[in-house]
Each structure stands twice: as C-alpha cells, then as structure tokens.
C-alpha cells in the first residue's frame, strides 16, 4: 500500500539558480545537494513539511532523455508552455505575496479571491509556474 509521496521532480534549466530561488527567495531549506559522476542530486523544501523533498533537475541527457528532447523541454520550460508545477499553501496569501514580492520573485498574477480560496501565481528562475494559495475555510 502507498503510504506518501516523499520526492517530486521538478525540470530547471540551472540548478545554482533553482537553489538560490528556493532556499533564499522561498525559504525552503536544502535537504540534499551531491555530486557524483557528473550527476548532481539537489532537492529542497518546505520548512514545515520536513517529510517531502522537492527534486530539482537539470534538464539533461542524464535524465533519460537525448539532447533533442532536452532541447525541447528546456524550450517549453523557459516559454512558459510546461504548464503549473504545483500548488503551495499559505496562511495568509496577501502577506507571503508581498513578502515574496520584495525578495523579487517574478508574480504572473498577484492575490486574487477565488472560489476555492486567494490566489497568487508565481513562476521560478527557470520558468516553472507556480499557484501560492490560501485555502477557503469550508
């Protein structure tokens, strides 16, 4: 029986970027960040969520995927065309947006009332777009 997902893989076309972006700008504190072979293994997150880790790899051969298809996903990425990459929860979406806004993170769409709760949206260094929610109490 699965019990929980404790790793998600997130695409980024520079992961010294990607780092800077989710430990300084996020707040997301660093789990794993190694070196082997090439292959460099870096995952982050949430500080109040010590249970997941946020993988964040480089778009590369080392993926599984030749450089043609690297070539596209890193195109797709950095346009914006990948789609939503997740949702992080917030308290309060008006502050964290503000707060987040003077660290210079790029907003799409700054704090919105939607039906299911106040939406931001927000993209990474990378292109990555992500929606920063404060649930509506039902």
Same mark, same amino acid.
């Given at each position: 029986m699965i019990q929980r997902l404790s790793h998600s893989t997130l695409y980024v076309t520079d992961q010294d #970027? #990607? =780092? %800077?972006?989710?430990?300084?700008?996020? *707040?997301?504190? $660093? =789990?794993?960040?190694?070196? #082997?072979? +090439?292959? =460099?293994? $870096?995952?982050?997150?949430?500080?109040?969520?010590?249970?997941?880790?946020l993988i964040l790899m480089k778009v590369g051969a080392n993926c599984g995927n030749d450089e043609k298809v690297s070539a596209q996903i890193r195109d797709l $990425?950095?346009? *914006?065309? $990948? +789609? &939503? &990459? +997740?949702?992080? %929860?917030? #308290? /309060?979406? =008006?502050?964290?947006? /503000? %707060?987040? &806004? &003077?660290? +210079?993170?790029?907003?799409l769409a700054p704090p919105e009332d939607k039906f299911y709760g106040v939406e931001a949206i927000f993209k990474d260094p990378c292109g990555n777009r992500f929606s920063l929610t404060q649930p509506k109490k039902f």
């Amino acid at each position: 029986m699965i019990q929980r997902l404790s790793h998600s893989t997130l695409y980024v076309t520079d992961q010294d #970027a #990607a =780092r %800077e972006f989710y430990v300084n700008k996020l *707040g997301f504190e $660093l =789990r794993m960040d190694q070196e #082997a072979n +090439g292959f =460099r293994w $870096l995952t982050v997150g949430p500080k109040g969520q010590p249970e997941f880790q946020l993988i964040l790899m480089k778009v590369g051969a080392n993926c599984g995927n030749d450089e043609k298809v690297s070539a596209q996903i890193r195109d797709l $990425l950095t346009s *914006g065309k $990948l +789609g &939503a &990459a +997740g949702v992080f %929860e917030t #308290a /309060d979406c =008006r502050k964290t947006y /503000d %707060e987040l &806004a &003077a660290k +210079g993170v790029e907003f799409l769409a700054p704090p919105e009332d939607k039906f299911y709760g106040v939406e931001a949206i927000f993209k990474d260094p990378c292109g990555n777009r992500f929606s920063l929610t404060q649930p509506k109490k039902f």
